[in-house]
């Protein structure tokens, strides 16, 4: 019974993750990834330095990949470090740099008196379906084109996590809710703990085309 039961268990396995990974190979890369890539680097959208580095471009299974990868392991020219180094696109590195100088600084100041010296990156460019969940649409992260960010850590040295700090004290309650409304109005696609319960712990930052003309925006 228990080597059955085994058995039962790998070939589930098997076949939930071998539909997930199907379904990536049924998309085709969309002709605006590239150019949107292109136009961000041709405009200078991000400054070579030691904390942001080109890399080979990213051909992986089915749509996945990104035209001009970005390693970057911090933000603004450094001030702002990342926990791991990110892979990702051009847009993506520029809009997020624009959020931690714009909103998220100046959230840390009026909150806290302090300024943020590192995000917790959680994750970045990987080859995935949308909460990894099978036959679901291409994620975002396959495309380098989004970013998940669990937790800020303060220069005087508390650390805001998205998972308690956004039922915790006033001041996390304020500081979390401020960069996440400041967040959709960089980003097309904002999701956090109120969003759904596969976010309750981090916020999933990307740009998305929702639309033809790309003006719709969804925050959750």
Not at 40 to 69: H, M, T
Not at 95 to 110: F, I, K, Q, S, T
Not at 145 to 168: C, M, P, Q, Y
Request: one cysteine or more; hydrophobic letters at 35%; a positive charge.
């Amino acid at each position: 019974m228990q080597r059955m039961t085994a058995v039962f268990l790998v070939f589930s396995l098997v076949f939930l993750f071998g539909c997930a990974d199907r379904s990536l190979y049924s998309w085709r890369d969309q002709a605006w990834r590239k150019d949107a890539e292109a136009i961000c680097l041709a405009k200078g959208g991000y400054e070579p330095s030691a904390f942001v580095q080109r890399l080979n471009r990213i051909n992986d299974k089915g749509a996945c990949g990104v035209w001009y990868p970005l390693k970057v392991s911090a933000g603004l020219s450094g001030y702002v470090g990342f926990s791991t180094s990110a892979t990702l696109n051009c847009p993506v590195t520029s809009a997020l740099d624009g959020w931690l100088y714009h909103v998220v600084e100046p959230a840390a100041a009026r909150t806290y008196g302090a300024y943020v010296r590192e995000i917790q990156v959680l994750s970045s460019y990987s080859c995935r379906t949308r909460n990894s969940k099978a036959y679901g649409k291409a994620s975002e992260h396959s495309f380098g084109n989004a970013i998940d960010i669990s937790a800020f850590k303060l220069s005087d040295g508390r650390t805001v996590t998205v998972e308690h700090g956004w039922s915790g004290s006033p001041q996390d309650r304020v500081f979390l809710r401020e960069v996440h409304s400041g967040a959709c109005k960089t980003f097309t696609t904002v999701i956090g703990p109120n969003g759904d319960r596969q976010h309750r712990d981090h916020f999933h930052l990307d740009l998305a085309r929702h639309n033809a003309d790309n003006s719709y925006r969804y925050c959750k």
